[in-house]
């Protein structure tokens, strides 16, 4: 009778250590940890110029935004708005790169002032909160924080990065 209680036994744990690893993996996976996701963001130094407007943007770490290059070159922003406007005319702004060459975005969170991905960021329009270059983009973590913040300063709608367009963007300088 010991023999085959010891042996269940083993069964048991090797099946339920298998479930576990799997588990362990499948949340690892799900939520992006186990694989970076690009490279970190980078402080802006005195010198760096937000290549839309030309304001030097330390002076603005609350609403800094940052384009990171696979070559390593970062462009930085003193908002959401005039990151949005590079991006849509990388052409104009930075000729000799193209979206493709773009490693990661990151946009300022509005109430951690964190850099944050800008793809997972819920931006907030038509809002009373000016950044230094007039109306803006307000960009959150969640949804939640987006909507109180929505009814709070009488924003206009929320939208996620694929929803950000030229015309978007446009009619924030209005």
Not at 5 to 29: S, T, Y
Not at 131 to 157: S, V, W
Request: hydrophobic letters at 40%; charged letters at 30%; a positive charge.
């Amino acid at each position: 009778m010991k023999a085959g209680w010891d042996r269940r036994r083993r069964v048991f744990f090797k099946n339920h250590r298998i479930a576990l690893i799997a588990g362990i993996l499948i949340v690892f996976f799900l939520t992006g940890s186990a694989f970076p996701q690009g490279p970190a963001p980078v402080k802006p130094s005195k010198k760096d110029k937000c290549p839309v407007c030309g304001m030097f943007v330390y002076k603005y770490p609350d609403w800094v935004g940052e384009v990171i290059f696979k070559d390593g070159a970062v462009a930085y922003f003193d908002g959401a708005k005039d990151l949005f406007k590079y991006y849509f005319n990388l052409k104009k702004y930075n000729p000799g790169k193209t979206r493709k060459d773009i490693s990661a975005i990151y946009v300022t969170e509005y109430y951690d002032v964190k850099l944050m991905d800008a793809h997972k960021a819920h931006f907030v329009t038509g809002s009373d909160v000016y950044g230094p270059m007039g109306r803006e983009l307000i960009p959150f973590f969640t949804q939640e924080d987006a909507r109180a913040f929505k009814k709070d300063h009488k924003g206009k709608r929320i939208l996620v990065f694929e929803q950000v367009t030229p015309a978007v963007i446009g009619k924030l300088d209005d």
